[in-house]
């Protein structure tokens, strides 16, 4: 019977995600890259929806993280970088993934992703007994106590705990022989067929390489960044000096990054070429573990002000460390195949400046005037991907609504302040002298908002296509406004309608849709 729920459940979150990825192609978000030629896999484009939601995070993101914090500034530093660097920050000889085959499918995978969606899938089978025992007992039921007494919980726990303590000891003494023989005990079949049937667990490094120079003898190796944090490290001297910054201060940076992804799957989840968001906050030596927690506050903050639902978010506090930090957390986010990696906040030493000190030979200390000494600030970073956000955003906003009349309606229900258009102006009909009314409307709004014009089809039907593309408002000019200057303006969410002066509109739609108003929830 468990069985069955769960492949109940597996088949809904499937089906839901399916959703997802259609909307946002015939809605115009997210075009498979090079779709002529059957795509590049895990290469997506933005189309031109999908460019202004993407713009709108980063924004969201660039506002409250730099200009908001006098000690915080930007850079946008080059893709391709002096190689060292990558020698320096442990890249070339470690950013490495475990894989193995699958000898009868040929199919590649990820050892770690395979022990993980296994462990996973217990998980969920404790969650799914959680939620029934829940139903059972209503409100005398004690979720502490049912976890601690219910004896196929505590097995299931049990079992989760033995895999990751396996899985923590393989992966940071690489130990591919114990990580396949783990797969093999695990008795984890191949996803597509199956089989049991594995090669070897190997090391597969994640760079892109290409080369600099015109011939082959006199050509440099060089990379595309796999994390755009290296930029901000061998800059922080050069910002530190010419903004005459003083510890703690941040350097933060929006850009594309590159990794040649084994298990590239999941839509925009896990590409080839993504985008990151980071920020890297300079440290006295010491502070570092109160300024992880401040961040990990801060940050969870940001997510939660754009009212996405807090049981949707959740921290996984990392057990296994990488060998520069001294703590680490990811902001987890409930995506439509479950809770998986957002952000990560780490606090990373002062591992990254002593090796790029080290494979220069150029001192990156700061001088504390409080102390009078220099060091070597530690470092905490934010680091989110700017496409998850994305897909967190569209997936969770997107849904099927029953209406009274006995219908129902697609919805995309994005938050205002990200939604590519913010208004959609339609002359009741394409005559009579509504269209200019409604030109004049739209030249007018367009100054403060990106907004929309559409005069084809019943005004219902052009109702649905922006409920569909997420637009917050749409504004209807009839022939009473050639009267009494009012227009009629229906609210995406609610689908009520008002009547309001066509003055009014740019108000009513900043209440809605201005960063501040959304912002500023994070301090209240
Ligand atoms: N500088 C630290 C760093 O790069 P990471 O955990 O490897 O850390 C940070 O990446 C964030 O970048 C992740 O939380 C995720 O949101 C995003 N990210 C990483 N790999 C990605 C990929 N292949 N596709 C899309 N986003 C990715």
């Keep these: 019977m468990q ?36 795509g590049l896999s895990a290469v997506y484009d933005y189309a031109q929806n999908g460019v202004e939601l993407k713009k709108n995070i980063r924004d969201y993101w660039w506002k409250a993280m730099v200009q908001m914090h006098e000690n915080i500034v930007g850079i946008d530093a080059a893709i391709l970088m002096h190689p060292t660097t990558w020698k320096a920050s442990g890249h070339v000889d470690a950013f490495n993934d475990p894989l193995i085959d699958n000898k009868d499918s040929k199919k590649r995978y990820r050892a770690d992703v395979l022990v993980e969606d296994f462990r996973e899938k217990i998980n969920q089978k404790i969650q799914k007994d959680v939620a029934k025992a829940q139903k059972r007992f209503g409100d005398a039921f004690n979720e502490e106590e049912f976890r601690a007494t219910n004896q196929n919980v505590i097995r299931r726990q049990k079992q989760i705990d033995e895999i990751s303590a396996e899985l923590t000891r393989v992966q940071e003494e690489s130990d591919l022989v114990g990580f396949k023989q783990l797969i093999v005990d695990l008795g984890i079949g191949c996803p597509a067929s199956g089989s049991k049937n594995w090669t070897e667990v190997k090391q597969f490094n994640l760079m892109f390489g290409t080369q600099i120079g015109a011939s082959a003898e006199n050509s440099t190796q060089v990379y595309l960044r796999p994390e755009t944090a290296q ?10 000096k010419t903004g005459r910054m003083k510890i703690p201060f941040g350097i933060a940076q929006t850009g594309k990054a590159f990794r040649n992804e084994i298990v590239a799957r ?6 080839r070429e993504f985008e990151q968001m980071e920020m890297q906050f300079f440290v006295k030596p010491g502070t570092q573990k109160e300024w992880y927690e401040n961040w990990k506050g801060s940050r969870l903050k940001w997510h939660l002000s754009l009212g996405m639902g807090e049981e949707n978010y959740r921290f996984h506090d990392h057990d296994k460390l990488a060998h520069y930090a ?19 906040i780490h606090s990373r030493t002062d591992f990254d400046l002593k090796a790029h000190e080290e494979f220069s030979g150029k001192k990156l200390q700061y001088f504390d005037h409080t102390e009078n000494k220099s060091y070597v600030p530690y470092v905490v970073e934010t680091s989110i991907g700017l496409d998850r956000m994305f897909l967190a955003v569209f997936s969770n906003s997107l849904q099927e609504e029953a ?49 929309f014009y559409d005069e084809k089809d019943a005004v219902g039907k052009r109702y649905r296509r922006q409920d569909a593309a997420g637009t917050p408002f749409c504004i ?3 022939h009473d406004s050639l009267e009494d200057n009012s227009v009629t303006i229906r609210h995406r969410d609610t689908m009520e309608q008002k009547r309001v002066a066509i003055s009014e509109l740019k108000e009513i739609i900043k209440a809605e849709v201005d960063v501040k108003t959304w912002l500023q929830k994070i301090d209240s």
């Design 231 to 240: 930029g901000i490290f061998v800059n922080f001297l050069n910002v530190q």
């Design 266 to 271: 999941q839509f925009i989840f896990r590409m």
């Design 476 to 478: 209807t000019v009839d």
């Design 403 to 451: 209406l009274d009349n006995g219908t129902t309606r697609t919805v995309l229900k994005l938050p205002a302040v990200l939604a590519p258009y913010k208004a959609a102006i339609f002359p009741l009909v394409k005559k009579d002298g509504l269209p200019e009314v409604a030109r004049k409307i739209m030249d007018d709004l367009k100054w403060d908002f990106n907004v």
């Design 3 to 38: 069985t069955f729920i769960f492949a109940l459940i597996m088949a809904k979150q499937e089906d839901q995600f399916k959703k997802v990825l259609s909307h946002a192609k015939e809605y115009g978000y997210v075009f498979q890259s090079s779709e002529i030629y059957d």
């Design 326 to 344: 001294d703590a680490a957390a990811d902001i987890e986010f409930n995506f439509p195949f479950g809770f998986k990696e957002l952000e990560g």
